[in-house]
């Protein structure tokens, strides 16, 4: 059944007409079933048969502008649904101690599954005053200072470090150039390549350029399914190809941005499977898929010692940017096989204890 966000009069995207149709007759029948007392309830689940089935047929052949489309649907769970649903006694953690505390990201200590952790996220905001709060997810030079010195706090404890990445890219402004943007972007690259505990890095939405990659240095990282990860937007390609912004599906088609490119390419290790109709469609599902992928993930990085963790993410990154056949290879025969993908959704995991 579709989420309120879904159903007729919004969040339906350009290629999905057969489906919001098909939910606007579900929904007719349910309305004359309630006020005339008629059981329509052959014809209603005839209809979501259908329904599934065409939300199947679309997602299965998405093209790469679509998929962006879908990265960026407002109905997509952001980053405080994960912590929110996903993390257990999360306590955040402020400021770079140098200039603020930038709000487009987000730091913490918290328990996901049992393994207590260090969160970094990229936070959109939903609402119209969160989204210019947090800068509508673009961090400014000070995010990703704070975001290294909370990974260098969990170094010093041990703990194991997880980052959500969910940008349009890092802030361009004039302001953020003055205090190092490109630096601090450079300077966390260096230090996370030699973090001594394990970092998982999962793209939950957007994945756009330097933005991305200033918190997505770690020993795996995973794409949810139709979320995509690129050097550059769609529109900005274009528009420095082109000088025309309309190009940009052209753009996404070049720049192979999609979870099953990149997989394919090596560069990515994981595609965490989403609901049928993508993950704004069923929050919950998408978030214990997440949740699954890094608490299997943490469970193999951590019966690695801490010579051969850094050695496995040295050759793992030194890879990329070999022929893909290559590329792919040496990341395969690496300690700790990568795991493709996660099993079904739907089972609630119990409390237990906190491991560290």
Known sequence: ??????????????????????????????????????????????????????????????????????ARHPQRPLLSDYLSLMVKDFRELHGDRCFGDDRAIVTGIGQIARNRVLIVGQNKGKTTKEKIACNFGCPNPEGYRKALAKMKFAEKFGLPIVTLIDTPGAYPGIGAEERGQAQA???????????????????????????????????????????????????????????????????????????????????????IPEPVGGAHRNVHDTVYNVESYISQTLSQLQKMNTSELLDTRYRKWRSVGMDSVVSVHAVRTCATPIVSTVGPAGRRRASSAARV
């Open 1 to 70: 059944m579709a989420s309120e966000g879904n159903r007729v009069g919004g969040g339906y995207l350009d290629f999905e007409q057969k489906v919001a149709e098909l939910e606007q007759q579900i929904e007719e029948l349910r309305r004359l079933g309630t006020k005339k007392g008629i059981d329509y309830s052959v014809e209603i689940r005839r209809l979501e048969k259908d329904r599934i089935a065409e939300l199947k047929r679309v997602y299965s052949s998405l093209t790469a502008w679509q998929t962006v489309q879908v």
């Open 185 to 271: 972007i450079a300077v966390n690259l260096s230090k996370m390549s030699r973090l001594r505990v394990p970092v998982v890095s999962v793209c939950i939405g957007e994945g756009g350029s330097g933005g991305a990659l200033g918190i997505a240095v770690g020993d795996r990282l995973a794409m949810l399914e139709f979320a995509y990860y690129s050097v550059i937007s769609p529109e900005g390609c274009a528009g420095i190809l082109w000088r025309d912004g309309s190009q940009a599906p052209d753009a996404a088609q070049a720049l192979k941005l999609t979870s099953k490119d990149l997989h394919r390419l090596g560069l990515v290790d994981a595609i």
